[in-house]
Nanobody, 121 residues
Framework: QVQVVESGGGLVQAGGSLRLSCAAS????????AHWYRQAPGERRELVAT???????NYANSVKGRFTISRDNAKNTVYLQMNSLKPEDTAVYYC???????????????WGQGTQVTVSS
């Protein structure tokens, strides 16, 4: 069994920073591609950032220049550093990861339970 678990959410004032973590555990060798999504109340889930196995990154226009996705392969963890936070960044943030298990099989589309980020004005 494999799983991903997010952490690091919380309440922060506008202009502040938070760092989210997405830790993959279980019988895995590595994280392949990982994504951060977010979903605000009444809104559709939105792709925020992506990091590939070779470290290439991509961001939604709304967070470019403010958010940074990174990875620590030794810890099987992906991070989302969020700076200059705005009230409109308030949402539940989810990690989605494509993993390689110890069997060598690929385990795609693993979702975490989400972590709440609230930015006050």
């Amino acid at each position: 069994q494999v799983q991903v678990v997010e952490s690091g959410g919380g309440l922060v004032q506008a202009g502040g920073s938070l760092r989210l973590s997405c830790a993959a555990s279980g019988r895995i060798i590595k994280i392949n591609v990982a994504h951060w999504y977010r979903q605000a109340p009444g809104e559709r889930r939105e792709l925020v950032a992506t990091i590939t196995s070779d470290g290439s990154t991509n961001y939604a226009n709304s967070v470019k220049g403010r958010f940074t996705i990174s990875r620590d392969n030794a810890k099987n963890t992906v991070y989302l550093q969020m700076n200059s936070l705005k009230p409109e960044d308030t949402a539940v943030y989810y990690c989605n990861a494509d993993l390689t298990e110890t069997t060598g099989w690929r385990s795609p589309d693993n979702w975490g339970q989400g972590t709440q980020v609230t930015v006050s004005s």
